[in-house]
């Protein structure tokens, strides 16, 4: 098993983001992306989602993608707070680790990391080292030179 620190970079490829700073949280289960803007919409009798991202902390660049719906969830956040949140499956790059996952979609705007991830995302592949971060290095932003 491979261990984390508190903090890590990682990648969606499939949604186009080469690089997001994740908080690691042990006290989510499902993993969550922070998507200021959804637009629900269907393709080939299927229903997908538009979604805008501000994918890097303190910067209101945006990126836009498209992905199938997996399903709609209600999620109860950290207040105690509960929300009806789509979810996504994509492909998440940790390090060497490359695994499809489950991610819910909300604004995190206000929040100084753009994606949580979660237990499920982490059972059986990693342990979590509360005193370190990056330990799996850090990756290039995209506003430095990694096109989104």
């Not at 393709?43 to 501000?54: A, D, M, S, Y």
């Not at 660049?61 to 950290?78: A, F, L, M, N, W």
């Not at 705007?109 to 059972?123: I, P, V």
């Amino acid at each position: 098993m491979q261990t984390l620190g508190w903090r890590e970079w990682g990648a969606l490829p499939e949604l186009g983001i080469n690089a997001i700073k994740m908080k690691v949280d042990t006290g989510a289960r499902t993993s969550c992306l922070h998507a200021f803007k959804l637009e629900p919409f269907a393709r080939n009798g299927e229903n997908w989602l538009r979604i805008w991202i501000h994918p890097e902390q303190g910067s209101m660049r945006e990126h836009s993608c498209e992905t199938k719906i997996h399903d709609q969830r209600e999620v109860t956040d950290s207040g105690g707070h509960t929300e009806l949140r789509y979810v996504i499956k994509t492909t998440l790059v940790v390090g060497k680790f490359e695994q499809a996952v489950e991610l819910t979609l909300t604004n995190r705007d206000s929040m100084k990391f753009r994606m949580l991830l979660g237990r499920q995302a982490m059972r059986r592949h990693f342990l979590v080292n509360p005193d370190a971060s990056y330990l799996l290095g850090k990756q290039q932003p995209e506003s430095e030179g990694v096109s989104s």
